[in-house]
């Protein structure tokens, strides 16, 4: 990653239910300033493909999704 | 903006939580969301009920619901409507009906309509019967 999509936020949604992360991801997002980069961490698969569906209708960056140890790593930027 | 509509007629539990869902995420996602209760949804929309987790109808996947304590439909839909433009009516048929006031009610609802008053505001999008 370079530094510019470096996670200088960490929503950790392990153990939510769909659509918990997103939800999460949102509430979180919304009183960041544009320029932020935040990672989800979700150990549901659903809202592994959910999130960058939203990030997508929404106008942010999906910058990455990262399988870990038993979870994911859903990185977004807000640009807007 | 894209508009969608949902009409709540079913007292089943399941249905409720998968409407709620797509309603909240439809919300989160900027659509205009419209929610309209009626008939054997308004009953699980009673604050009592919701409270005592006493709900109608609830099946093998509601109870994992219950039990895996996930958010349940009325969540769903506060968080769509603190996130997003959601806005959600009683019918005021089936309040007449149960004969209870929007007081006895959870607090999601916006504004109690009749059935000519919500096909306008639901006038030019899609609408989900549920």
């Known amino acids: 990653m370079t530094e510019d999509t470096k996670s200088s936020e960490v929503v950790d949604a392990r153990g939510m239910y769909c659509p918990g992360p997103l939800m999460e991801l949102i509430k979180t997002i919304q009183l960041k300033p544009v320029g932020t980069v935040l990672s989800v961490l979700s150990t549901d698969e659903g809202s592994v493909k959910d999130i960058p569906a939203w990030i997508q209708k929404v106008g942010q960056v999906h910058v990455g999704t990262e399988k870990k140890d038993g979870y994911w790593d859903v990185t977004v930027k807000k640009v807007k | ?130």
């Not at chain 2, 009592?48 to 109808?57: Q, T």
């Open chain 2, 1 to 130: 903006m894209d508009k969608i509509s949902f009409v709540l007629a079913s007292d089943e539990f399941e249905k409720l939580q998968a409407a709620a869902m797509m309603a909240s995420v439809a919300s989160v996602s900027g659509m205009e969301v419209n929610v309209f209760v009626t008939m054997a949804a308004m009953a699980c929309f009673v604050r009592e009920r919701v409270e005592r987790k006493d709900f109608l109808r609830v099946g093998e996947v509601g109870r994992k619901v219950l039990e895996k304590k996930a958010p349940l439909y009325v969540d769903l839909l506060t968080q769509g409507k603190m996130m997003g433009t959601m806005k959600v009516f009683a019918c005021s048929l089936a309040l007449d009906l149960i004969e209870k006031p929007l007081s006895e009610m959870v607090p999601v609802f916006d504004d109690v309509v009749g059935v000519a008053a919500f096909l306008g505001i639901a006038e030019g999008g899609q609408v989900l019967f549920v």
